[in-house]
């Protein structure tokens, strides 16, 4: 596929599906041929401005990291391909934000899940899938059955988390974990009542 105008490339899926690898794959490619690129992640429990985005197998760039969507156009610079990890974790503005970039000639990639741990979707994600030029969803593999799995399942002390454990969690709390489910396997107990 050619880019020669702004253009809006959304990648999403479920904890597990390789989102990651598939920008950095793209953002490999764009560097070969001479584009300027800069990667983009949420600042949420760091405290750097520079920050490395590592795949689950080993492929990594540097980064810089934003405390919201306000923050992306200082430092996008002169970069012909912006990419933007974690979208799930940023602001309602973020769409708009991405819209302006494309509208201003940029290749735009984000990445993020598409639904959090109930399969709600998952703050701007919706809104920036619409709005986007391509958007490519990717499937893991569900650990219960070894089927397609889109869903991401917490569990908590080896438990499904209920729908009403924060959405999310930093520095853990407990005995978390998360793995990649299909839609008969993904559980969300109902809410606990104290
Ligand atoms: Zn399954």
Not at 12 to 36: Q, V
Request: proline share 5%; glycine share 10%; with cysteine.
């Amino acid at each position: 596929m050619f880019y020669t105008g702004g253009w809006v490339h959304v990648i999403c899926g479920c904890m597990f599906c390789g989102k990651t690898d598939e920008m950095l794959r793209l953002l490999r490619r764009f560097s070969i041929a001479g584009r300027r690129v800069v990667l983009i992640k949420p600042r949420l429990d760091t405290r750097t401005d520079e920050a490395t985005v590592v795949s689950r197998s080993g492929a990594h760039h540097r980064a810089a990291t934003v405390d919201d969507s306000r923050g992306i156009d200082a430092v996008v610079g002169n970069a012909d391909i912006v990419a933007i990890e974690e979208g799930q974790f940023f602001d309602e503005a973020l769409p708009d934000v991405v819209t302006r970039l494309a509208d201003a000639g940029k290749q735009v990639l984000v990445t993020g899940l598409d639904t959090d741990f109930r399969g709600i979707p998952f703050g701007a994600m919706p809104r920036l899938m619409a709005l986007a030029d391509q958007v490519t969803k990717l499937t893991a593999i569900c650990m219960v059955c070894g089927e397609p799995a889109t869903r991401t399942q917490r569990l908590i002390d080896g438990e499904p988390a209920p729908a009403d454990s924060p959405l999310i969690v930093i520095g853990g709390m407990g005995d978390e974990k998360y793995e990649a489910r299909c839609r008969q396997h993904h559980e969300v107990p109902a809410a606990q009542l104290a």
